[in-house]
């Protein structure tokens, strides 16, 4: 995509168009000549970040999923990175469970907190067993990275981080060490993002400086009988108090000490999905599935992943 395009989608990088900002760079909103509205974010000058910007488009140029925000185009200008993205209507998970204003009510109802679990699981589920030629980890979970969607369906980003792996030359060894190494460090942070969105308690005061100050957290959430203490306030007295405790249990599997114990992202979606259906929530992910802003004609572009993950 032209700079110039761009340039004038986000009337020259207009502060009024700063919807965001993160350790890679400016995100902006954009209205392209055509209607669609597009999120643009503008790479910070280092060389560090020029590493990030290939890993994203490397991976993110060649995914089509529900749950994982498709890229759209980049530009480089000069000395200058830009990348462009679908943009989403209602932000990030963070802010939905962390409101800046004080004293505001958190507007996240039980069930779009399980659709959003459930989403940010299949997704999770299929970069890990179901991307065909690699297999893709995150490794930077977070509810910051997890952005919603008109409908509340969430799309995993920031992908500057990824490892890829291909399924066709790992010896069983690499399998091994990748399965115990690097594939449950994702399903730990599921977990951390799990225990955000049932507790409300912001993830730096569950980690602290060290992963004992989680062990501590979690060994204390799981002994108490306070069960109305532990948990965020605005799920308490609806109904789903037995389906929030199994939750709670999936997420304590996932932050297990020992990587080995953790559950693989397949087998916790199972579990989460099965929760959704105990809620009686409905999955409406076939209503979802709208044609992204992506070239009309391209050969390369791929169909979005339906929801079930075989």
């Not at 970040?49 to 498709?70: A, M, Y």
């Not at 963070?94 to 659709?115: F, I, N, T």
């Not at 179901?130 to 369906?153: G, M």
Request: charged fraction near 20%.
């Amino acid at each position: 995509m032209s700079y110039a395009d761009l340039n004038d989608a986000t009337d020259n990088f207009s502060e009024n168009n700063v919807i965001g900002q993160g350790m890679m760079g400016m995100l902006y909103k954009a209205s392209l000549p055509n209607g669609y509205v597009v999120a643009v974010k503008k790479l910070h000058d280092s060389q560090f970040l020029e590493e990030q910007f290939i890993s994203e488009l490397k991976i993110l140029g060649s995914l089509r999923h529900i749950n994982v925000l498709p890229l759209l185009g980049f530009c480089v200008e000069s000395n200058q990175r830009f990348l462009v993205y679908n943009y989403m209507p209602n932000g990030n998970l963070y802010d939905w469970l962390h409101p800046m204003e004080e004293g505001q009510e958190k507007a996240m109802e039980w069930g779009v907190r399980v659709k959003v679990a459930v989403g940010l699981a299949r997704g999770l589920a299929w970069l890990h067993q179901n991307c065909h030629t690699v297999k893709i980890i995150h490794l930077d979970i977070s509810s910051k990275c997890i952005l919603l969607d008109q409908n509340f369906q969430p799309k995993l980003s920031n992908f500057g981080e990824a490892m890829l792996m291909s399924s066709t030359c790992a010896s069983s060894v690499n399998s091994e060490f990748w399965e115990m190494a690097f594939v449950k460090e994702d399903v730990h942070g599921f977990g951390v993002v799990l225990l955000e969105m049932i507790t409300g308690v912001d993830p730096s005061n569950m980690t602290g400086s060290s992963n004992n100050v989680l062990n501590e957290w979690i060994g204390h959430l799981s002994s108490s009988s306070d069960f109305h203490g532990a948990v965020d306030k605005s799920l308490i007295g609806q109904g789903f108090d037995a389906e929030i405790i199994q939750l709670l249990k999936v997420a304590c599997t996932c932050v297990d000490p020992i990587p080995d114990r953790r559950p693989i992202m397949v087998q916790v979606y199972e579990d989460i999905k099965a929760i959704r259906e105990r809620c009686d929530l409905v999955d409406d992910s076939s209503m979802l599935m709208q044609p992204e802003i992506c070239p009309a004609t391209s050969e390369k572009s791929v169909e979005i992943e339906m929801a079930e993950v075989q």
